[in-house]
C-alpha cells in the first residue's frame, strides 16, 4: 500500500496507529469527534440567527425544529452506539453541510436585507480597469463555454472523490481529518456569505454583457440545472468552489501522488471558470484562496484542540 502524506505531519502508512485503522472508526466510542463539535457549534450560531430574527423568517419554526432535530440525532448516534452509528457518524457531515447550505438562501435575506454586489464589482473594477466578466468576453467561444461549464459543474463530485477513496483504502484516521477539513471550509464559505451577501456578476452586471455564453451541447442543460440549484442564494464571497477545490487538491495529497497531479490539472481551470461564467468576482476568488490557505494552515491545530485530550488523529 502506498505511503500517504499525514495531514498533520510527517509520513505514514494507513495503518499506523498502534490500535490499527478499524479501532479510529469503531461506533462505540463515545466521545464527540472535532467534526461533530464544529457542526454543534455552527447549528447553535444559526440557532442564535433563527430566534434573534424570528419575526423576520417565516420559516424560523420550521429551521428551528430541523436544528433540534439534528442535534438529537447527531447526540443519540454518538452516546447510544447502534448498528448504524458507524456510518451516520462518518458521513452524516456530507447530509448537514448541505441542508447548511440550503437554509443559508432563507437566513441572508432575513438577516442581512441588503446586496454587496456593488461593492465587490468596484473593488474588480478597481483591481483590473474593467469588469473581468465583460473583458473575458473578448476570448469566449463556445468550445471553451462548454469545457469549463463542465469543469465547474465537477465541483462537487471532485470534492467528495477524495474522501470515498480514503474511505475505500479504509484509511479511516486520514478520512475523519479530511472530513473535518472539508466541514470546517463549507461552513467558513457560509459564515463569508452572511458577512458579504451577494449573488454575482451575472445578475449584476448583466446589462453590460454584450452576449450572453453559448455552448455546444451540455452547456445550457448543465447551467439550468445549477441555477435552480444556487440562483436564489447570496453565495459568492468568499468562492466556495475556489476554496473548497484547493482544499480538496491538498487532501488528493492523502490517497496518492497521481490523483494530487490529476487535481493539479483540475484546480485552475476550475477557479478561471469561475469568473469566466459569470459566477463570481475576482475578489471573491481571490477571498476563497486565501481562506484555503488559511484552514490548511489552521485546521490541523484546530483538530488537535478539537481531539480528545488533544490527540490528534493520525499524528503519531
Known amino acids: 500500500m502506498a505511503e500517504i502524506l499525514n495531514p498533520l505531519g510527517g509520513a505514514g502508512g494507513a495503518g499506523d496507529s498502534p490500535a490499527g485503522p478499524a479501532a479510529a472508526a469503531q461506533p462505540s466510542q463515545t466521545r464527540f469527534w472535532p467534526v461533530d463539535k464544529l457542526i454543534l457549534a455552527?447549528?447553535?450560531?444559526?440557532?442564535?440567527?433563527?430566534?434573534?430574527w424570528w419575526r423576520?423568517?417565516?420559516?424560523a419554526p420550521a429551521i428551528a425544529a430541523l436544528h433540534a432535530l439534528a442535534v438529537a440525532l447527531l447526540i443519540f448516534e454518538v452516546k447510544r452506539p447502534n448498528p448504524t452509528s458507524r456510518g451516520f457518524r462518518n458521513w452524516y457531515p456530507l447530509l448537514y453541510v448541505a441542508a447548511c447550505y440550503k437554509e443559508m438562501a432563507l437566513l441572508i435575506p432575513a438577516v442581512r436585507g441588503s446586496s454587496a454586489d456593488q461593492f465587490l464589482a468596484n473593488l474588480d473594477f478597481r483591481l483590473w480597469s474593467a469588469n473581468?466578466?465583460?473583458?473575458?468576453?473578448?476570448?469566449q467561444t463556445p468550445a471553451l463555454t462548454e469545457f469549463l461549464q463542465i469543469v465547474y459543474t465537477l465541483f462537487v463530485p471532485a470534492v467528495l472523490l477524495v474522501p470515498f477513496l480514503i474511505w475505500m483504502r479504509r484509511r479511516y484516521e486520514n478520512f475523519q481529518y479530511y472530513a473535518f477539513l472539508?466541514?470546517?471550509?463549507?461552513?467558513?464559505?457560509?459564515a463569508g456569505y452572511l458577512l458579504v451577501p451577494a449573488r454575482g456578476p451575472r445578475f449584476l452586471l448583466a446589462s453590460l454583457q454584450h452576449a450572453p455564453l453559448r455552448g455546444l451541447w451540455l452547456f445550457g442543460g448543465m447551467q439550468a440545472s445549477?441555477?435552480?440549484?444556487?440562483?436564489?442564494?447570496?453565495?459568492?464571497?468568499?468562492?466556495?468552489?475556489?476554496e473548497l477545490t484547493i482544499l480538496a487538491c491538498w487532501g488528493s495529497r492523502l490517497v496518492?501522488?497521481?490523483?494530487?497531479?490529476?487535481?493539479?490539472?483540475y484546480t485552475p481551470p476550475l477557479i478561471f471558470a469561475t469568473v469566466y461564467l459569470r459566477y463570481h468576482y475576482s475578489v471573491d476568488v481571490l477571498a476563497g484562496a486565501a481562506l484555503a490557505l488559511v484552514l490548511i494552515l489552521a485546521a490541523p491545530w484546530a483538530y488537535r484542540k478539537l481531539t480528545y485530550r488533544g490527540l490528534a488523529i493520525g499524528s503519531h
Do not use: M
Open 42 to 52: 455552527y447549528l447553535a450560531f444559526t440557532t442564535f440567527l433563527v430566534l434573534g
Open 182 to 190: 472539508i466541514a470546517l471550509g463549507f461552513l467558513a464559505s457560509y
Open 256 to 265: 496518492s501522488k497521481g490523483l494530487f497531479r490529476a487535481y493539479l490539472f
Open 132 to 139: 473581468p466578466t465583460v473583458w473575458l468576453e473578448r476570448i
Open 226 to 242: 445549477l441555477d435552480r440549484l444556487e440562483s436564489a442564494h447570496y453565495d459568492c464571497f468568499p468562492s466556495g468552489h475556489t
Open 56 to 59: 423576520c423568517l417565516p420559516q
